[in-house]
């Protein structure tokens, strides 16, 4: 695989996920430097760093929920590698499909701050560094739900859109900064979180199968292939592609 990243530095929120593992290893294989950023569970990015020169990668633990612990994971980003050229985010919720009428108030707080003002706190914390660099990429790996809605996932698609309309914001902010902000915009993917929402009630089966017999390849997404929509984007590659969101979803949605 070319090594086309050698040099840039990118901050990964979520690597421990099925999508951010995927992604933690395309660009680490590519050359790229990255804070591997996990909440709770570090074992698979410990497997994964050990594959790895030490001196590329960096474990970052915290809750991307809190302001504290974002502004320690960029600060200590920035002190081992010198600068930020990149942020992706990953991280979603692995909730129950429900009715909006039976979602908890809990929920709904719990879903808004983890899939949006997370987002927006995170952004908030890498811009400065970005700039500082002389621009640089954000990322968000969202949902398509965000464009066209999901049964079942209201306040989490209400949260994915509102990501998309906040990266096409920062898009236009920031472009004369040389900041280009997308997201990716996956479909039913077959990782650990989409195998919890169709697996554990019936209600979230029947909405979830109905999703993939939607899908015109007639399967889920595999991780690796929105982890290198993701990628990509980071890559000089994507160097003029800005403000978009960019669905993954096997046709699902075709907008």
């Known amino acids: 695989m070319a090594q086309d990243m050698i040099g840039k530095v990118v901050l990964l929120g979520g690597a421990s996920g099925g999508i951010g593992l995927a992604a933690a290893k395309k660009l680490l294989d590519r050359g790229a430097s990255v804070a591997l950023h996990y909440r709770s569970k570090p074992e698979a990015l410990k497997k994964l760093a050990e ?7 960096l474990l970052a633990q915290g809750d991307l929920t809190k302001r504290a612990d974002i502004a320690a994971i960029v600060a200590s980003t920035v002190e081992r590698f010198g600068k930020l050229d990149a942020f992706v985010t990953t991280v979603g919720t692995a909730l129950r499909i429900l009715p909006f009428l039976q979602t908890s108030e809990d929920t709904v707080d719990l879903t808004i701050a983890i899939e949006l003002r997370s987002v927006i706190d995170s952004v908030r914390a890498v811009l400065p560094e970005l700039i500082k660099a002389g621009g640089g990429r954000i990322v968000i790996v969202g949902s398509d739900s965000g464009k066209v ?7 989490s698609a209400a949260c994915r859109g509102g990501a998309i309309a906040f990266a096409k914001s920062i898009a236009r902010e920031y472009a004369r900064h ?4 997308n997201v990716v ?11 919890d929402l169709v697996t554990n ?5 029947k909405i979830g199968n109905a999703m993939v017999r939607a899908i015109p390849l007639r399967r889920t997404g595999r991780p690796e292939e929105v982890a290198s929509a993701a990628v990509f984007l980071v890559s000089d590659e994507a160097s003029y592609i800005t403000g978009q969101a960019i669905s993954v979803s096997g046709g699902l949605t075709m907008c």
């Open 149 to 155: 809605g999901t049964s079942g996932e209201s306040v």
């Open 201 to 205: 009630d019936e209600f979230g089966s």
């Open 178 to 181: 040389n900041v280009l902000a």
């Open 185 to 195: 915009c996956p479909g039913p993917t077959d990782t650990g979180l989409w195998e």
């Open 51 to 57: 594959q790895y020169d030490a001196d590329r990668v």
